[in-house]
């Protein structure tokens, strides 16, 4: 069977991302960048460029095209651009060109001259640590936070007091989310109003955003979304291409095409913040915890768009612990906007936490699973909300046996040149929902329409619509048809949070039985074919009698709706988090298993067997689950070995490209598996998957750390790791 | 994408391609098959089935390159489906997942990837692409394109080739344009007069002399490392971990002494195999030591209107040498170092050594004092880890985002004894 719906238009080449629209008379977009970090444009010469052939039009915030600042529901204000002569950070757009050709737009820019007044910049995270502050308080609460046990005045007081600690701090890099498909968009205005084709993680949000800049109606906005190459949090805020694409589209009165270039969605777009993180573990001699501190830094640029919250995302819920404190700091730097990345706050978090308990398992002189395990929490710290269902024990118990645990020794092994070691670490992602709406139609040639405005970037969404509409319709999934990516269809399955598959499939249920209501009241209605008489619904078909069972008198929908001569039969189901957020907590789990080699001599580590045990509830699509959960450790060992961008003094930069910024390719790849116990959540959401986009990342890096620590004997703090770090001296 | 291009064990081999690296123009006359080309949804072909029922294909961007990278090697002559395990990177269909090197996944679906490719089986009668391997490929053409402002040309003859350089010097050669093309991509450099040199049969020479092997400087790194088979050990060593099989497919020898990149991967090896440089202008050839060549960062004794027309590799080759690639990512990666070591040692004593290392200086560069500090020892320990002490203070390496320079001085000394400890292997086994 093909793993999912649109794997056929994919593999041939047919599938159109936004790029791939033409229309007749179709202008090309270059965005220009700053290239200083901090000042204000003194002014910006633009006379060779407007008079290149084929140049259309340049757009400066000296003579801007016209946008608004919208709020966003999800993203609160957002940024649009050259609408003022700020410059905050070093690749910052700041002009437009449009033209006959891409090339003509990209030459003309060439020669734009810019002049700037400059500030000095702040870049440095390190030197920014000393002008810190307070993270603002977030979806996850007030930046510090502390659960004490009676009598206990603080948590230094806590950790004074335990038998056995450890305190250490740790860095994670800047990352980009660097999605294959650079951020781009095509505009096209008609009679109507607008459309865009523009890549991005839920079409809803971005029509809204451009409405609102562009100021025009709602309902003149139309957001395409067919395909998107890839987004993992980087395309959840309407990007500049669509906003700029749009309104000059509207200045030339012709359809504007505008990609980044892969260079420029290093900048223009947004990255993960760096972190520095102190964790201190404070145990009783027999592994119990008794303190766990967590004092956090995250980069962010001036505007603080975005921090990355790696303590509330791990230590504030992990281990069961009498004390805990956490806090987590800001550091405003002259740097390009910070957002969400797969998994923001458990990925460099757990880093940094899962780091420091194999640590402490090492001064403890305890197996690193046996003191997990003693530390299971049945609740977040402080808190009676118990986990709604976990099976973390069973994840690290079926980890252990098939990686082969109980050969690992505490100094590692050595084969040949390379020194070996086994890592372990524990993964968890929050289970969330957001609001859906989905909408199902039923159609007289017996086929059902399963519509959501959501993205399916790659994670499988399209295919679980399908597969949970022909489930709730009790028909095969041949007779479904999906459709995603349109933001003319009812608002739900956002791609972020990891939420998808549990929203807009509880609303998939929701529509299934209020369209299979309306469709028993249509059957038994005057007139229908079961005038008067009771109906009940099974297998696709309306039962007369309200009785099901083989050879029973019975229509399917589709002839139902036929004799009622109707083509079609429409309902909407919503759904929303609400009343079980306030009996339980909901999370996903998995341990992690790692294997490394580290070269004698050359000190090149090479991650050679890697397995994640995950308890993510139920699975829906097993093929696409397996390759969501294996890209996420992938990307766990990328960010352990490769991902950092590094930023030069003068806040450029120094790896935005794919040749400097790496990730890995096939052949670095290790022996790489996974395993799901399957226990589905209908606490969460009726479909009891609690989804898996985002879990398979979280403690990849830190099992990756402690598997080098095992093979070497030296704890490496920071990622990506240098090689260097590793040399004796 | 996938060329046609003229094989090794078949008279046609499809070779996958860099679409975004190659100028349309040098295509002209060339059979280029893409993904869509392969199969459509309703008739998969085999390679797009497999990566559609494996789950290798998520958000999907990357898909069109890794079917077409994927297709190459399905249809590589010599790939032999034994069923037998060949080390990790290799399927018991054959398929080396090498030939995926050059293509990057975000999603990232590396093992469904891998799945897919080791579950290809072999191509069927009547398979098109399978039964065109059997005919010769369309040669390029001469060719010349003008659009009034910028010009194309596609010489047949070496001689056509200098004329105009020598006419007009501001000409831009271009050869697998895997430099070049990431000018124009990323700097969006222009050249008003392209000269394609990548089919000039004067520079597509592989010769065997009692004195000497002859490279020819248009040869692709593939066609190279396929042509020698083995032939000489240190280049067999070095190709696997130059860029990927997709750059090597359109990469030459030429171009990459031609850029004069000081992280170039070929001239420490070279270097160490005491390699040739044949210059060829209008007046005449000329040939240079490549240990002479390079003059300073991107500079070299190569005058206006001179091409790169061939290596030449000294016989003998040494007995002991080896190449040793340091960079952060396993594959298709840029240099942290590089070095390439031939050593002759008779009896035990070392009576030639020549060291190449790249990545450390302005210029690839000899490693002279080493090579004097090895010459005349007893290849033991000791002298190794004298030399070594030496060999980690050749060169001035640089600080950078890749790696420290004192990472780099490091790895230098450690590649000498990583050289030692494997030659002790090999005299024990
Ligand atoms: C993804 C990627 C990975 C890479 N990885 C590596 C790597 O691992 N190691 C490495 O060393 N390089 C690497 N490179 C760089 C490049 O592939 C090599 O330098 C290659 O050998 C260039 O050869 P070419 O034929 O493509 O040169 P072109 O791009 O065609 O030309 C390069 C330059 O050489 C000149 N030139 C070409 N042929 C001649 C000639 N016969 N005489 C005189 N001048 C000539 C051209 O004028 C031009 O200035 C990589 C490039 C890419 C895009």
Redesign the interface.
């Known amino acids: 069977m093909i793993a999912r719906l649109d794997a056929a238009p994919k593999v041939t080449g047919q599938a159109k991302y936004a790029v791939d629209h033409n229309f007749p008379g179709m202008a090309y977009g270059y965005v220009v960048l700053s290239t200083i970090a901090n000042g204000e444009l003194a002014a910006m010469e633009v006379t060779a460029a407007r008079h290149t052939p084929g140049v259309l039009g340049v757009y400066t915030p000296f003579e801007p095209l016209e946008l608004r600042t919208p709020i966003s529901q999800m993203l609160g204000e957002g940024w649009v651009p050259l609408q003022d002569k700020e410059i905050a950070y070093y690749g910052q757009p700041i002009g437009f060109v449009v033209a006959e050709t891409f090339e003509a737009a990209r030459d003309a820019a060439a020669l734009i001259e810019v002049s700037y007044t400059e500030r000095p910049a702040l870049t440095s995270f390190a030197e920014g640590l000393a002008t810190a502050e307070d993270a603002k308080t977030g979806p996850r609460g007030a930046p510090s936070l502390s659960v004490l046990a009676e009598g206990v005045e603080s948590i230094e007081d806590a950790l004074a007091a335990s038998e056995v600690t450890v305190d250490a701090t740790y860095e994670t890099a800047s990352q980009n989310h660097a999605a294959m498909e650079p951020h781009s968009a095509v505009a096209v205005w008609n009679a109507d109003g607008l459309t865009v084709y523009t890549g991005n993680q839920g079409s809803h949000g971005p029509a809204d955003e451009l409405a609102q800049a562009l100021n025009i109606e709602h309902s003149a906005v139309h957001v395409v979304n067919p395909y998107v190459g890839g987004a993992f949090g980087g395309k959840g805020a309407t990007s500049t291409p669509a906003f700029l694409a749009a309104a000059a589209a509207r200045n030339i009165g012709r359809p504007v095409k505008a990609a980044l270039t892969r260079e420029q969605v290093f900048t223009a777009t947004a990255t993960r913040p760096a972190t520095v993180q102190r964790v201190s573990l404070g145990a009783r001699n027999d592994g119990t915890l008794v303190a766990v501190r967590h004092d956090s830094w995250s980069s962010t640029p001036m505007s603080r768009s975005f921090i990355e919250p790696t303590s509330h995302g791990t230590s504030r819920e992990w281990y069961a612990t009498e004390n805990l404190a956490i806090s987590q700091k800001a550091v405003p730097l002259n740097i390009p906007p910070t957002t969400f990345m797969r998994a923001p706050g458990e990925a460099p978090g757990s880093f940094a936490l899962e780091s420091a308990v194999d640590e402490l398992a090492v001064a403890l002189n305890m197996d690193p699973i046996g003191l997990r395990k003693r530390n299971n929490s049945a609740a977040p710290p402080g808190e009676d909300l118990q986990w709604s269902s976990k099976h973390l024990d069973e994840c690290f118990d079926i980890g252990a046996a098939r990686f082969g645990w109980s050969e690992r020794t505490p100094g590692g092994r050595v084969d040949g040149d390379w020194l070996v070691g086994l890592g372990t670490a524990t993964a968890m992602f929050p289970g969330l929902r957001f609001p859906a709406t989905v909408g199902i139609t039923l159609r007289a040639d017996d086929t059902a329409v399963v519509a959501t405005s959501g993205a399916d970037p790659g994670t499988g969404l399209l295919t679980v619509l399908s597969l949970i509409g022909a489930e709730s319709l009790d028909i095969s999934p041949e007779q479904v048809t999906p459709r995603l990516g349109d933001s003319a269809l009812p608002p739900g399955g956002t791609s972020g949070g990891s939420t998808a598959t549990a929203s807009a499939g509880s609303a998939t249920m929701v529509a299934a039985s209020t369209v299979i209501d309306e469709l028993l009241r249509l059957a038994s209605s005057p007139g229908g074919p079961f005038d008067g008489r009771e109906t009940a619904y099974a297998d696709g078909r309306v039962f007369a009698d309200g009785r099901v069972f083989a050879d029973g008198e019975s229509m399917t929908f589709g002839e139902v709706l036929r004799a009622m001569e109707r083509i079609s039969l429409t309902a909407t189901g919503s759904t929303a988090p609400g009343e079980e957020r306030t009996k339980h907590s909901f999370g996903s789990w998995g341990a992690q298993f790692c294997e490394v080699r580290v070269h004698r001599l050359t000190r090149e580590i090479r991650v050679s067997r890697l397995l994640g045990v995950f308890d993510a509830g139920r699975i829906i699509n097993p093929t696409a689950a397996r390759s969501q959960l294996l890209g996420g450790m992938i990307w766990g060992v990328s960010a352990a070995l490769h991902e950092g961008l590094d930023v030069e003094a003068n806040g450029r930069f120094a790896n935005a490209d794919l040749a400097g910024y790496l990730v890995p390719v096939n052949a670095d790849i290790p022996e790489i598996d996974t395993h799901l116990v399957e226990y589905p959540d209908t606490l969460l959401s009726n479909v009891g998957a609690r989804g898996l986009g985002e879990i398979s990342i979280v403690g990849v890096a830190a099992a990756i750390a402690n598997a080098v620590y095992n093979a070497t004997g030296i704890r490496l703090r920071r990622i990506p790791m240098m090689l260097e770090d590793l040399l004796e001296d | 994408m996938l060329v046609a291009r003229p094989g090794v064990t078949s008279a046609t081999e499809w070779v996958a391609i860099n679409a975004c690296l190659a100028p349309a123009a040098a295509l002209a006359g060339q059979e280029v098959v ?3 080309g ?4 309703e008739v ?1 072909h085999p ?3 497999e ?14 390159g890794f ?1 077409c990278s994927m297709a190459a090697e399905y249809y590589r002559p010599d790939r032999e489906a034994d069923g037998a395990d060949h080390g ?2 290799h399927g018991p269909n054959g398929f080396d ?2 030939a ?15 799945d897919a490719a080791y579950a290809l089986g072999t191509p069927q009668g009547g398979d098109r692409l399978a039964d065109r391997r059997e005919e010769p490929p369309d040669a390029p053409e001469a060719t010349e394109f003008s659009d009034g402002e910028r010009t194309f040309v596609r010489p047949a003859t070496l001689s056509a080739a200098l004329e105009l350089l020598h006419r007009n010097p501001r000409t831009t050669v271009i050869s697998g344009c895997t430099d070049w093309g990431v000018e124009v991509n ?1 700097r ?1 450099s ?1 050249a008003d007069c392209a000269l394609a040199i990548d089919r000039l049969p004067e520079l597509r020479g592989l010769v065997v002399t009692e004195e000497y092997l002859e490279l020819g400087a248009a040869l692709t790194l593939t066609e190279i490392e396929r042509g020698l088979d083995g032939r000489v050990p240190l280049l067999a060593e070095l190709f696997p971990q130059f860029a ?1 099989r997709l750059i090597r497919n359109s990469a030459t020898l030429g171009g990459n002494l031609g850029t004069g990149s000081p992280i170039g991967d070929s001239p420490p090896a070279l270097l160490a195999l005491d390699a040739r440089v044949v210059l060829s202008g209008i007046g005449g050839e000329r040939e240079v030591p490549l240990a002479d060549y390079f003059t300073g960062y991107r500079q070299s004794v190569r005058r206006t209107g001179e091409l790169i027309k061939a290596v030449r590799i000294p016989l003998p080759l040494a007995g002991l040498t080896a190449f ?1 690639k ?1 960079a ?7 240099s942290s170092v590089a070095i390439g070591f031939a050593l002759d040692i008779d009896e035990g004593t070392v009576r030639r050594a020549r060291i190449g290392l790249g990545g450390i200086a302005a210029t690839p560069i000899r490693a002279y004092h080493t090579e004097s500090a090895l010459e005349g020892q007893p290849w033991t320990r000791s002298t190794v880890l004298a030399a070594a002490g030496l060999l980690r203070a050749e060169g001035t390496p640089m600080d ?2 890749r ?2 320079s ?2 780099r001085a ?2 230098l000394g ?2 000498l ?2 050289l030692y ?1 494997r030659s002790i292997e090999e005299v024990v086994a």
């Open positions: 893409t993904s869509e392969l199969g459509t949804p998969l390679v797009q089935r990566m559609a029922v494996r789950g290798g294909s998520q958000c999907g961007y990357c898909t069109p079917i990790e990177v997942l090498h995926l090197s050059g293509n990057l996944c975000r999603c990232t679906g590396y093992r469904p990837i891998r990323i969006g222009r990927s040793q340091i952060k990512r396993r594959f298709d990666d840029i950078d985002h790696a420290s004192r990472y490091a790895m450690q590649s004894l990583k400890a």
